[in-house]
């Protein structure tokens, strides 16, 4: 297959995920019902629902960035990278369902446990992904740099969300904070842990 050929089927690999990545956004945000009752205080009541659906907005929103960045360095369309690709997508489409779950049920010990694990399902879909990208792609020494940085990265928040599971036990909101932790470390182009890794080679 011609390279302008390859190029096109990445391309729509990253425009199919665009797609299913929207609509992932659009079914988290129909979940925000709005309150029979008029009146701030009843929209207040609701702090629990916003809050859940501003964690996972920005979750989906980091995916779909990254998704973007990671498919900038493959340069074929394999059968790995399409299966990959759809069990990243398959894990993010869990996300809407675990941010009404725990926005209903006020943070409690079981959501917030079933919400680190529907955050775990795509990142497991998302290492897998870029080590196909990362073996089959571009292998100039930018791409081998970024892959091991946000390869890193991957391994750290997995790390971070069984952490977190692990302390819902003792508090759902040392769960919530190990969320909130992992979003924030991707966020931040430079951390403290960026530069441990970086010293360490």
Same mark, same amino acid.
């Given at each position: 297959?011609?390279?302008?050929?390859?190029?096109? /089927?990445? %391309? $729509?690999?990253?425009? @199919?995920?665009?797609?299913?990545?929207?609509?992932?956004?659009?079914?988290?945000? =129909?979940?925000?019902?709005?309150?029979?009752?008029?009146?701030?205080?009843?929209?207040?009541?609701?702090?629990? =629902?916003?809050? *859940?659906?501003?964690? %996972?907005?920005?979750?989906?929103? !980091?995916?779909? /960035?990254?998704?973007? &960045? +990671? =498919?900038?360095?493959? $340069?074929?369309?394999?059968?790995? !990278?399409?299966?990959?690709?759809?069990? +990243? #997508? @398959? /894990? #993010?489409?869990?996300?809407?369902?675990?941010?009404?779950?725990?926005?209903?049920?006020?943070?409690?010990?079981?959501?917030?446990?079933?919400?680190?694990?529907? #955050?775990? =399902?795509?990142? +497991?879909?998302?290492?897998?992904?870029?080590?196909?990208?990362?073996?089959? /792609?571009?292998?100039?020494? $930018?791409? $081998?740099?970024?892959?091991?940085?946000?390869?890193?990265?991957?391994?750290?928040?997995?790390?971070?969300?069984?952490?977190? !599971?692990? !302390?819902? @036990?003792?508090?759902?909101?040392?769960?919530?904070?190990? *969320?909130?932790?992992?979003? +924030?470390?991707?966020?931040?182009?430079?951390?403290?842990?960026? &530069?441990? @890794?970086?010293?360490?080679?």
């Amino acid at each position: 297959m011609a390279e302008g050929e390859e190029g096109q /089927g990445v %391309s $729509r690999v990253e425009a @199919f995920s665009d797609g299913v990545i929207a609509i992932i956004i659009t079914i988290m945000v =129909l979940e925000l019902k709005v309150p029979v009752e008029d009146g701030i205080s009843h929209i207040l009541s609701m702090w629990h =629902l916003f809050l *859940a659906y501003v964690l %996972s907005y920005v979750y989906v929103g !980091l995916y779909w /960035g990254n998704h973007h &960045r +990671l =498919l900038g360095h493959a $340069r074929s369309v394999t059968n790995g !990278l399409i299966w990959s690709n759809l069990a +990243l #997508l @398959f /894990g #993010l489409s869990l996300v809407p369902f675990g941010t009404a779950y725990l926005g209903e049920h006020e943070f409690s010990r079981t959501a917030t446990q079933v919400y680190l694990v529907t #955050l775990i =399902l795509p990142s +497991l879909g998302y290492v897998w992904l870029q080590k196909v990208i990362a073996r089959t /792609g571009a292998q100039h020494e $930018r791409a $081998r740099d970024y892959h091991v940085q946000t390869t890193r990265k991957g391994y750290f928040a997995m790390a971070v969300y069984i952490g977190g !599971l692990a !302390l819902t @036990f003792v508090s759902p909101w040392l769960g919530i904070a190990c *969320a909130a932790l992992v979003a +924030l470390f991707w966020i931040v182009p430079q951390t403290p842990l960026d &530069r441990l @890794f970086a010293r360490r080679g």
